[in-house]
Protein backbone atom coordinates (compact mmCIF):
# COMPACT_ATOMS: atom_id res chain seq x y z
CA UNK A 1 0.00 0.00 0.00
CA UNK A 2 1.23 3.87 -0.87
CA UNK A 3 0.35 7.12 -0.18
CA UNK A 4 -0.32 9.67 -2.56
CA UNK A 5 -0.41 12.68 -0.25
CA UNK A 6 -3.86 12.13 1.40
CA UNK A 7 -4.90 9.76 -1.66
CA UNK A 8 -3.73 5.99 0.14
CA UNK A 9 -3.76 3.50 -2.66
CA UNK A 10 -3.56 -0.88 -2.44
CA UNK A 11 -3.03 -2.85 -5.23
CA UNK A 12 -5.88 -6.10 -5.25
CA UNK A 13 -5.54 -8.59 -7.99
CA UNK A 14 -8.36 -7.22 -9.60
CA UNK A 15 -6.60 -3.85 -9.81
CA UNK A 16 -5.57 -0.51 -7.63
CA UNK A 17 -7.92 0.96 -5.18
CA UNK A 18 -7.54 4.77 -4.07
CA UNK A 19 -9.07 5.61 -0.44
CA UNK A 20 -9.14 8.44 2.00
CA UNK A 21 -6.84 9.02 5.22
CA UNK A 22 -8.19 10.11 8.04
CA UNK A 23 -5.13 10.52 10.45
CA UNK A 24 -3.59 7.36 11.00
CA UNK A 25 -6.63 5.87 9.83
CA UNK A 26 -6.89 4.95 5.51
CA UNK A 27 -10.62 3.72 4.55
CA UNK A 28 -11.16 2.13 1.18
CA UNK A 29 -14.82 1.97 0.66
CA UNK A 30 -17.30 0.46 -1.87
CA UNK A 31 -14.46 -2.46 -3.25
CA UNK A 32 -15.86 -5.19 -5.24
CA UNK A 33 -15.40 -8.71 -4.12
CA UNK A 34 -17.94 -10.52 -6.53
CA UNK A 35 -19.84 -9.12 -10.27
CA UNK A 36 -22.46 -7.61 -9.58
CA UNK A 37 -25.80 -9.52 -8.95
CA UNK A 38 -27.92 -8.58 -12.05
CA UNK A 39 -29.73 -10.27 -15.85
CA UNK A 40 -28.19 -14.01 -14.74
CA UNK A 41 -26.39 -13.34 -12.06
CA UNK A 42 -29.70 -11.84 -10.10
CA UNK A 43 -30.15 -15.49 -8.30
CA UNK A 44 -27.10 -17.21 -9.35
CA UNK A 45 -24.04 -18.33 -7.12
CA UNK A 46 -21.32 -14.85 -6.79
CA UNK A 47 -19.15 -14.81 -9.84
CA UNK A 48 -15.76 -13.11 -9.63
CA UNK A 49 -15.78 -9.52 -10.70
CA UNK A 50 -14.29 -7.82 -13.25
CA UNK A 51 -10.56 -6.63 -12.87
CA UNK A 52 -10.21 -2.77 -14.01
CA UNK A 53 -7.35 -0.44 -15.96
CA UNK A 54 -5.98 2.03 -14.07
CA UNK A 55 -7.19 3.81 -10.22
CA UNK A 56 -10.51 2.74 -8.96
CA UNK A 57 -11.96 5.29 -6.39
CA UNK A 58 -12.52 4.08 -3.06
CA UNK A 59 -13.30 6.89 -1.70
CA UNK A 60 -17.26 6.44 -0.59
CA UNK A 61 -19.61 3.79 -0.06
CA UNK A 62 -20.47 1.28 -3.12
CA UNK A 63 -24.29 0.73 -3.59
CA UNK A 64 -26.75 -1.84 -0.67
CA UNK A 65 -28.42 -4.44 -1.90
CA UNK A 66 -31.78 -4.18 -2.68
CA UNK A 67 -34.12 -3.65 -0.18
CA UNK A 68 -37.09 -2.65 1.76
CA UNK A 69 -37.62 -0.30 4.56
CA UNK A 70 -38.22 -0.64 7.99
CA UNK A 71 -41.47 0.16 8.95
CA UNK A 72 -41.32 3.81 10.56
CA UNK A 73 -41.46 2.78 14.45
CA UNK A 74 -38.28 1.66 13.42
CA UNK A 75 -36.99 3.10 10.70
CA UNK A 76 -36.85 6.13 13.54
CA UNK A 77 -34.59 3.91 15.72
CA UNK A 78 -32.15 2.10 13.31
CA UNK A 79 -30.45 3.95 10.36
CA UNK A 80 -30.09 2.30 7.36
CA UNK A 81 -28.76 4.09 4.36
CA UNK A 82 -29.95 3.44 0.63
CA UNK A 83 -26.79 3.93 -2.12
CA UNK A 84 -28.28 3.43 -5.45
CA UNK A 85 -26.39 1.17 -7.78
CA UNK A 86 -25.54 -2.37 -9.37
CA UNK A 87 -22.63 -3.64 -7.96
CA UNK A 88 -23.88 -4.24 -4.52
CA UNK A 89 -21.58 -7.09 -3.44
CA UNK A 90 -19.09 -4.72 -2.05
CA UNK A 91 -16.84 -4.03 1.44
CA UNK A 92 -14.84 -1.79 2.71
CA UNK A 93 -11.49 -1.76 4.27
CA UNK A 94 -10.21 0.26 7.59
CA UNK A 95 -6.61 -0.14 7.98
CA UNK A 96 -4.55 2.09 10.59
CA UNK A 97 -1.73 3.41 7.40
CA UNK A 98 -0.13 -0.28 7.48
CA UNK A 99 1.52 -2.04 4.59
CA UNK A 100 2.51 -5.65 2.68
CA UNK A 101 4.18 -8.02 5.56
CA UNK A 102 2.65 -6.09 8.51
CA UNK A 103 0.34 -8.74 8.90
CA UNK A 104 -2.11 -7.31 11.43
CA UNK A 105 -5.22 -8.91 13.00
CA UNK A 106 -8.35 -8.81 10.26
CA UNK A 107 -11.88 -8.43 11.58
CA UNK A 108 -14.82 -8.83 9.06
CA UNK A 109 -18.17 -7.70 9.59
CA UNK A 110 -21.73 -8.88 8.92
CA UNK A 111 -24.55 -6.81 9.53
CA UNK A 112 -27.65 -7.78 10.95
CA UNK A 113 -31.45 -6.84 9.65
CA UNK A 114 -33.29 -9.93 9.45
CA UNK A 115 -31.82 -10.94 6.43
CA UNK A 116 -33.47 -8.24 4.83
CA UNK A 117 -32.46 -4.91 5.28
CA UNK A 118 -29.09 -3.50 7.04
CA UNK A 119 -25.30 -2.05 4.80
CA UNK A 120 -22.26 -1.76 5.66
CA UNK A 121 -23.01 1.90 4.74
CA UNK A 122 -24.70 2.08 8.51
CA UNK A 123 -22.44 5.24 10.29
CA UNK A 124 -22.56 2.84 13.28
CA UNK A 125 -20.32 0.75 11.70
CA UNK A 126 -17.58 2.69 10.61
CA UNK A 127 -14.33 0.90 11.51
CA UNK A 128 -11.96 3.76 11.97
CA UNK A 129 -11.75 2.46 16.16
CA UNK A 130 -10.70 -0.88 15.26
CA UNK A 131 -7.71 0.79 12.45
CA UNK A 132 -6.68 3.18 15.22
CA UNK A 133 -6.24 0.33 17.66
CA UNK A 134 -3.98 -2.03 14.96
CA UNK A 135 -7.00 -4.25 13.76
CA UNK A 136 -7.93 -4.17 9.75
CA UNK A 137 -11.42 -3.95 10.02
CA UNK A 138 -13.32 -5.58 7.02
CA UNK A 139 -16.94 -4.99 6.38
CA UNK A 140 -19.23 -6.61 3.46
CA UNK A 141 -22.44 -6.40 2.20
CA UNK A 142 -24.59 -9.43 0.66
CA UNK A 143 -27.79 -9.94 -0.76
CA UNK A 144 -30.56 -9.86 1.71
CA UNK A 145 -34.57 -11.03 0.82
CA UNK A 146 -35.78 -12.98 -2.11
CA UNK A 147 -32.35 -12.17 -4.09
CA UNK A 148 -29.86 -13.46 -1.04
CA UNK A 149 -32.19 -15.86 0.84
CA UNK A 150 -35.91 -17.22 -1.74
CA UNK A 151 -35.91 -20.81 -2.33
CA UNK A 152 -36.44 -21.72 -5.96
CA UNK A 153 -36.10 -25.11 -7.89
CA UNK A 154 -34.14 -23.63 -10.17
CA UNK A 155 -30.88 -21.44 -7.91
CA UNK A 156 -28.68 -22.47 -5.51
CA UNK A 157 -29.86 -21.85 -2.05
CA UNK A 158 -28.44 -19.44 0.76
CA UNK A 159 -26.88 -17.31 -1.96
CA UNK A 160 -26.37 -14.73 1.17
CA UNK A 161 -23.99 -17.07 2.39
CA UNK A 162 -22.15 -17.60 -0.80
CA UNK A 163 -21.76 -13.90 -1.12
CA UNK A 164 -20.00 -14.06 2.36
CA UNK A 165 -17.87 -16.96 1.79
CA UNK A 166 -16.61 -15.05 -1.95
CA UNK A 167 -16.25 -12.18 0.53
CA UNK A 168 -14.31 -13.88 3.24
CA UNK A 169 -12.25 -15.36 -0.42
CA UNK A 170 -11.53 -11.77 -1.34
CA UNK A 171 -9.91 -11.41 2.28
CA UNK A 172 -7.88 -14.23 2.20
CA UNK A 173 -6.84 -13.25 -1.55
CA UNK A 174 -6.13 -9.27 -0.83
CA UNK A 175 -6.24 -8.18 2.67
CA UNK A 176 -2.54 -8.52 2.61
CA UNK A 177 -2.12 -5.49 0.39
CA UNK A 178 -3.92 -3.29 3.15
CA UNK A 179 -1.35 -5.37 6.34
CA UNK A 180 -3.50 -7.54 7.25
CA UNK A 181 -3.36 -11.25 7.88
CA UNK A 182 -5.24 -13.65 6.33
CA UNK A 183 -4.35 -16.37 8.81
CA UNK A 184 -5.69 -13.82 11.85
CA UNK A 185 -9.14 -13.79 10.42
CA UNK A 186 -12.20 -12.84 13.68
CA UNK A 187 -15.70 -12.76 11.64
CA UNK A 188 -18.16 -11.00 13.78
CA UNK A 189 -21.74 -9.94 13.36
CA UNK A 190 -24.95 -9.13 15.11
CA UNK A 191 -28.64 -10.64 14.80
CA UNK A 192 -28.86 -12.01 11.05
CA UNK A 193 -25.11 -11.10 11.15
CA UNK A 194 -24.39 -13.49 13.95
CA UNK A 195 -26.67 -16.45 12.24
CA UNK A 196 -24.54 -15.92 9.06
CA UNK A 197 -21.29 -16.42 11.29
CA UNK A 198 -22.91 -19.66 12.82
CA UNK A 199 -23.42 -20.38 9.30
CA UNK A 200 -20.11 -19.77 8.47
CA UNK A 201 -18.86 -21.87 10.94
CA UNK A 202 -20.25 -24.71 9.50
CA UNK A 203 -19.74 -24.42 6.06
CA UNK A 204 -17.37 -25.94 4.57
CA UNK A 205 -16.44 -23.74 1.67
CA UNK A 206 -15.54 -21.21 4.69
CA UNK A 207 -13.27 -23.56 6.42
CA UNK A 208 -9.75 -21.90 6.76
CA UNK A 209 -10.84 -18.70 5.87
CA UNK A 210 -10.81 -17.13 9.48
CA UNK A 211 -9.41 -18.11 12.60
CA UNK A 212 -12.01 -16.94 15.29
CA UNK A 213 -15.84 -16.00 15.63
CA UNK A 214 -17.98 -14.05 17.41
CA UNK A 215 -21.87 -14.17 17.89
CA UNK A 216 -23.86 -10.89 18.78
CA UNK A 217 -27.52 -10.94 19.62
CA UNK A 218 -28.16 -14.27 17.04
CA UNK A 219 -27.50 -17.98 17.49
CA UNK A 220 -26.78 -20.51 14.25
CA UNK A 221 -30.14 -21.43 12.67
CA UNK A 222 -31.82 -22.85 9.85
CA UNK A 223 -35.34 -22.76 9.40
CA UNK A 224 -37.42 -26.14 7.80
CA UNK A 225 -37.71 -25.73 4.00
CA UNK A 226 -41.75 -25.23 4.38
CA UNK A 227 -40.96 -21.94 6.21
CA UNK A 228 -39.08 -20.46 3.78
CA UNK A 229 -40.34 -21.51 0.43
CA UNK A 230 -43.85 -19.64 0.97
CA UNK A 231 -42.52 -16.34 1.15
CA UNK A 232 -41.30 -16.73 -3.26
CA UNK A 233 -44.86 -18.60 -3.40
CA UNK A 234 -46.64 -15.75 -2.69
CA UNK A 235 -44.38 -13.08 -4.00
CA UNK A 236 -45.22 -15.37 -7.48
CA UNK A 237 -48.83 -14.81 -6.64
CA UNK A 238 -48.70 -11.55 -6.54
CA UNK A 239 -46.51 -10.95 -9.14
CA UNK A 240 -48.22 -13.35 -11.16
CA UNK A 241 -45.28 -15.23 -12.60
CA UNK A 242 -44.14 -18.63 -11.91
CA UNK A 243 -42.08 -19.16 -8.45
CA UNK A 244 -39.06 -20.06 -10.27
CA UNK A 245 -35.92 -18.00 -10.71
CA UNK A 246 -35.54 -17.65 -14.22
CA UNK A 247 -38.97 -16.10 -13.97
CA UNK A 248 -38.29 -13.69 -11.20
CA UNK A 249 -35.36 -12.35 -13.52
CA UNK A 250 -37.30 -10.84 -15.81
CA UNK A 251 -39.56 -9.05 -13.52
CA UNK A 252 -38.30 -5.03 -13.06
CA UNK A 253 -36.25 -4.56 -9.49
CA UNK A 254 -38.74 -2.14 -8.36
CA UNK A 255 -41.48 -4.24 -8.63
CA UNK A 256 -39.70 -7.60 -7.46
CA UNK A 257 -39.47 -5.45 -4.20
CA UNK A 258 -43.01 -4.22 -4.14
CA UNK A 259 -44.01 -7.88 -3.79
CA UNK A 260 -41.34 -8.73 -1.45
CA UNK A 261 -42.17 -5.72 1.26
CA UNK A 262 -45.64 -6.96 0.73
CA UNK A 263 -45.40 -10.35 1.90
CA UNK A 264 -42.89 -9.12 4.83
CA UNK A 265 -45.94 -7.48 6.34
CA UNK A 266 -47.47 -11.11 6.74
CA UNK A 267 -44.06 -12.09 7.93
CA UNK A 268 -43.36 -13.23 11.56
CA UNK A 269 -40.76 -15.09 12.24
CA UNK A 270 -40.58 -13.83 15.91
CA UNK A 271 -43.46 -15.72 16.74
CA UNK A 272 -43.11 -18.51 14.17
CA UNK A 273 -44.28 -17.80 10.65
CA UNK A 274 -42.82 -17.63 7.43
CA UNK A 275 -39.79 -16.02 6.44
CA UNK A 276 -36.69 -15.27 4.33
CA UNK A 277 -33.75 -17.55 6.14
CA UNK A 278 -30.85 -20.06 5.64
CA UNK A 279 -31.85 -23.59 4.86
CA UNK A 280 -29.81 -26.87 4.79
CA UNK A 281 -28.30 -27.42 1.84
CA UNK A 282 -25.84 -29.43 0.22
CA UNK A 283 -24.20 -27.06 -1.91
CA UNK A 284 -23.44 -25.00 0.77
CA UNK A 285 -24.76 -26.06 4.41
CA UNK A 286 -25.22 -29.21 4.30
CA UNK A 287 -26.26 -29.93 8.33
CA UNK A 288 -28.07 -27.75 10.95
CA UNK A 289 -24.98 -25.36 11.66
CA UNK A 290 -26.14 -25.19 15.75
CA UNK A 291 -26.05 -29.07 15.88
CA UNK A 292 -22.76 -29.56 13.77
CA UNK A 293 -20.98 -26.90 15.63
CA UNK A 294 -22.11 -27.59 19.34
CA UNK A 295 -21.40 -31.49 18.96
CA UNK A 296 -17.97 -30.59 17.58
CA UNK A 297 -18.40 -31.84 13.90
CA UNK A 298 -17.43 -28.40 12.94
CA UNK A 299 -15.09 -25.34 14.04
CA UNK A 300 -13.38 -27.54 16.90
CA UNK A 301 -10.59 -25.11 17.19
CA UNK A 302 -12.22 -21.77 16.73
CA UNK A 303 -12.31 -20.10 19.94
CA UNK A 304 -16.31 -17.70 20.03
CA UNK A 305 -16.96 -15.10 21.76
CA UNK A 306 -20.92 -15.11 22.60
CA UNK A 307 -23.77 -12.94 24.01
CA UNK A 308 -26.57 -11.14 23.75
CA UNK A 309 -27.99 -7.69 25.33
CA UNK A 310 -30.35 -7.89 28.52
CA UNK A 311 -33.70 -7.18 27.08
CA UNK A 312 -33.45 -8.24 23.54
CA UNK A 313 -37.08 -7.92 23.05
CA UNK A 314 -37.74 -4.79 23.85
CA UNK A 315 -36.30 -3.32 20.50
CA UNK A 316 -38.79 -5.80 18.65
CA UNK A 317 -41.91 -5.44 20.88
CA UNK A 318 -42.19 -2.14 22.45
CA UNK A 319 -42.01 0.01 18.99
CA UNK A 320 -45.12 -1.92 17.74
CA UNK A 321 -47.04 -1.40 21.04
CA UNK A 322 -47.00 -5.60 21.70
CA UNK A 323 -45.85 -4.39 24.89
CA UNK A 324 -48.72 -3.23 26.18
CA UNK A 325 -51.04 -5.28 24.54
CA UNK A 326 -49.32 -8.44 25.77
CA UNK A 327 -49.26 -6.25 29.64
CA UNK A 328 -52.88 -6.89 29.07
CA UNK A 329 -53.04 -10.10 27.77
CA UNK A 330 -51.39 -11.09 31.01
CA UNK A 331 -51.64 -14.61 32.00
CA UNK A 332 -52.84 -15.45 28.69
CA UNK A 333 -49.81 -13.98 27.02
CA UNK A 334 -47.49 -15.72 28.66
CA UNK A 335 -49.38 -19.29 28.33
CA UNK A 336 -48.97 -18.64 24.40
CA UNK A 337 -44.98 -17.92 25.03
CA UNK A 338 -44.89 -20.58 26.56
CA UNK A 339 -46.33 -22.81 24.77
CA UNK A 340 -44.50 -21.64 21.66
CA UNK A 341 -41.09 -21.63 23.65
CA UNK A 342 -41.55 -24.78 24.49
CA UNK A 343 -40.76 -24.38 28.27
CA UNK A 344 -42.84 -26.04 31.02
CA UNK A 345 -43.77 -24.04 34.02
CA UNK A 346 -41.71 -25.02 36.33
CA UNK A 347 -39.10 -22.91 34.07
CA UNK A 348 -41.53 -20.12 33.85
CA UNK A 349 -41.51 -20.28 37.63
CA UNK A 350 -37.78 -19.75 37.96
CA UNK A 351 -37.72 -17.62 35.52
CA UNK A 352 -40.01 -14.93 38.03
CA UNK A 353 -38.02 -15.76 40.46
CA UNK A 354 -35.37 -14.84 38.84
CA UNK A 355 -36.96 -11.79 37.67
CA UNK A 356 -38.79 -10.26 40.61
CA UNK A 357 -41.47 -7.81 39.66
CA UNK A 358 -41.03 -9.04 35.72
CA UNK A 359 -44.67 -7.74 33.88
CA UNK A 360 -46.53 -10.66 31.88
CA UNK A 361 -44.91 -8.69 28.05
CA UNK A 362 -41.26 -8.23 29.68
CA UNK A 363 -41.80 -12.56 30.72
CA UNK A 364 -42.92 -12.98 27.48
CA UNK A 365 -40.46 -11.10 25.11
CA UNK A 366 -38.05 -12.98 27.77
CA UNK A 367 -39.04 -16.17 27.08
CA UNK A 368 -38.83 -16.21 23.46
CA UNK A 369 -35.35 -14.64 22.98
CA UNK A 370 -34.31 -17.26 25.54
CA UNK A 371 -35.53 -19.46 23.09
CA UNK A 372 -34.17 -18.11 19.63
CA UNK A 373 -30.78 -16.77 21.44
CA UNK A 374 -30.11 -17.53 24.89
CA UNK A 375 -30.81 -21.02 24.85
CA UNK A 376 -28.63 -22.26 21.78
CA UNK A 377 -25.72 -19.70 22.28
CA UNK A 378 -25.99 -21.28 26.10
CA UNK A 379 -25.25 -24.51 24.42
CA UNK A 380 -22.71 -23.38 21.66
CA UNK A 381 -20.73 -22.15 24.70
CA UNK A 382 -21.05 -24.95 26.88
CA UNK A 383 -20.97 -27.76 24.56
CA UNK A 384 -17.54 -27.18 22.77
CA UNK A 385 -14.50 -28.77 24.24
CA UNK A 386 -11.35 -28.16 22.34
CA UNK A 387 -11.54 -24.19 21.60
CA UNK A 388 -12.78 -22.07 24.57
CA UNK A 389 -16.18 -20.35 24.02
CA UNK A 390 -16.70 -16.77 25.60
CA UNK A 391 -20.13 -15.38 27.00
CA UNK A 392 -21.06 -12.09 27.80
CA UNK A 393 -24.12 -9.85 28.66
CA UNK A 394 -24.67 -6.54 27.39
CA UNK A 395 -27.28 -4.75 30.23
CA UNK A 396 -27.13 -1.08 29.84
CA UNK A 397 -30.22 0.60 29.36
CA UNK A 398 -30.88 2.62 26.83
CA UNK A 399 -31.64 6.44 27.61
CA UNK A 400 -34.23 6.39 25.35
CA UNK A 401 -37.69 5.25 27.33
CA UNK A 402 -38.96 1.57 27.28
CA UNK A 403 -36.57 0.22 25.41
CA UNK A 404 -33.93 -0.88 28.07
CA UNK A 405 -30.77 -3.10 26.98
CA UNK A 406 -32.50 -3.89 23.83
CA UNK A 407 -31.59 -5.41 20.81
CA UNK A 408 -28.90 -3.83 18.73
CA UNK A 409 -27.67 -1.45 20.99
CA UNK A 410 -24.70 -2.67 21.63
CA UNK A 411 -23.38 -2.19 18.31
CA UNK A 412 -22.07 1.58 19.25
CA UNK A 413 -20.46 0.42 22.11
CA UNK A 414 -18.70 -2.68 19.98
CA UNK A 415 -17.51 0.02 17.13
CA UNK A 416 -16.33 2.93 19.57
CA UNK A 417 -18.95 5.17 17.62
CA UNK A 418 -21.35 6.23 20.01
CA UNK A 419 -19.96 10.28 18.54
CA UNK A 420 -22.01 9.12 15.34
CA UNK A 421 -25.09 10.62 15.75
CA UNK A 422 -27.07 7.88 14.60
CA UNK A 423 -25.97 6.13 17.69
CA UNK A 424 -28.07 8.14 19.70
CA UNK A 425 -31.15 7.07 17.32
CA UNK A 426 -31.03 3.95 20.05
CA UNK A 427 -28.60 4.70 22.63
CA UNK A 428 -30.13 8.59 23.23
CA UNK A 429 -27.83 11.14 24.53
CA UNK A 430 -25.31 10.41 27.16
CA UNK A 431 -24.13 7.12 26.54
CA UNK A 432 -21.23 6.18 28.82
CA UNK A 433 -18.18 6.18 26.65
CA UNK A 434 -16.10 4.37 29.27
CA UNK A 435 -17.90 0.96 28.63
CA UNK A 436 -17.70 1.61 24.93
CA UNK A 437 -13.99 1.79 26.10
CA UNK A 438 -14.32 -1.27 27.84
CA UNK A 439 -16.37 -3.60 25.27
CA UNK A 440 -14.45 -2.16 22.39
CA UNK A 441 -10.78 -3.38 24.03
CA UNK A 442 -12.65 -6.48 24.53
CA UNK A 443 -13.62 -7.36 21.13
CA UNK A 444 -10.32 -6.09 19.82
CA UNK A 445 -8.33 -8.30 22.18
CA UNK A 446 -10.31 -11.37 21.28
CA UNK A 447 -9.19 -10.83 17.54
CA UNK A 448 -5.70 -9.97 18.80
CA UNK A 449 -5.21 -12.96 21.25
CA UNK A 450 -7.98 -15.04 21.34
CA UNK A 451 -9.19 -14.28 24.64
CA UNK A 452 -11.86 -11.35 25.64
CA UNK A 453 -10.13 -10.86 28.89
CA UNK A 454 -12.00 -13.28 30.83
CA UNK A 455 -12.56 -16.96 31.85
CA UNK A 456 -14.03 -18.96 29.22
CA UNK A 457 -17.58 -20.59 29.99
CA UNK A 458 -17.66 -23.79 31.33
CA UNK A 459 -21.12 -24.14 31.11
CA UNK A 460 -22.07 -22.63 34.61
CA UNK A 461 -22.37 -19.69 36.10
CA UNK A 462 -23.63 -16.06 34.49
CA UNK A 463 -21.71 -14.49 31.78
CA UNK A 464 -19.51 -11.32 31.95
CA UNK A 465 -21.57 -8.62 32.39
CA UNK A 466 -21.14 -5.08 30.77
CA UNK A 467 -22.83 -2.19 32.03
CA UNK A 468 -26.07 -2.29 34.16
CA UNK A 469 -29.21 -0.11 35.05
CA UNK A 470 -26.95 2.63 36.91
CA UNK A 471 -29.39 5.43 35.67
CA UNK A 472 -32.08 6.48 38.14
CA UNK A 473 -35.50 4.89 36.84
CA UNK A 474 -33.74 3.37 33.95
CA UNK A 475 -35.72 0.15 34.13
CA UNK A 476 -39.47 2.33 35.13
CA UNK A 477 -41.84 1.21 32.60
CA UNK A 478 -40.79 -2.22 31.85
CA UNK A 479 -44.31 -3.23 31.66
CA UNK A 480 -44.58 -0.01 29.03
CA UNK A 481 -43.42 0.24 25.79
CA UNK A 482 -41.79 2.56 23.52
CA UNK A 483 -44.90 3.79 22.23
CA UNK A 484 -44.61 5.56 18.64
CA UNK A 485 -41.13 7.01 17.10
CA UNK A 486 -40.42 10.40 15.71
CA UNK A 487 -37.46 11.39 14.65
CA UNK A 488 -36.31 14.98 14.65
CA UNK A 489 -32.54 16.00 13.41
CA UNK A 490 -30.57 13.33 14.48
CA UNK A 491 -31.72 11.99 17.96
CA UNK A 492 -35.39 10.11 17.83
CA UNK A 493 -38.12 11.37 20.62
CA UNK A 494 -39.85 7.98 22.07
CA UNK A 495 -43.59 9.42 23.46
CA UNK A 496 -44.95 7.32 26.10
Known amino acids: MSAAGARPRATTRHGVVEGRARGRVFAFKGIPYAAAPVGALRFAAPAPPD ?52 RLPVMVWFHGGALTRGSTAVPVYDGSAFARDGVVLVS ?32 RDNIGAFGGDPDRVTVFGESAGAISVGALLAAPRAEGLFARAVLQSGAPEVYPRDRVRPMVRRMASLLKVPATAAAFTAVEPDALLAAQAAVLRRSGPLLGGPAFALVTDPGSLPEDPLDAVADGAAAREIPLLVGWTAQEHRLWLAPSGAMRLFDQLGPLAVALARHRSGKDRLAVRELRENLPGVSPADLVGRLLTDQLLRDPLRRLAGARRQAPSYLYEFAWPSGLPGLGACHALELGFVFDTLAVPESTWLAGPDAPQALADEMHAAWVRFAVTGSPGWEPWDGNGPPRTFGGPEREGADEGAAGDAGEVRREAATPLVLP
Open 51 to 102: AWDGVRDAGAHGPTAPKVPYPQRFAALLPDPDVPGDDCLNLNVWTPGAGPGD
Open 140 to 171: ANYRLGVLGYGLFPDAPANRGLLDQIAALEWV
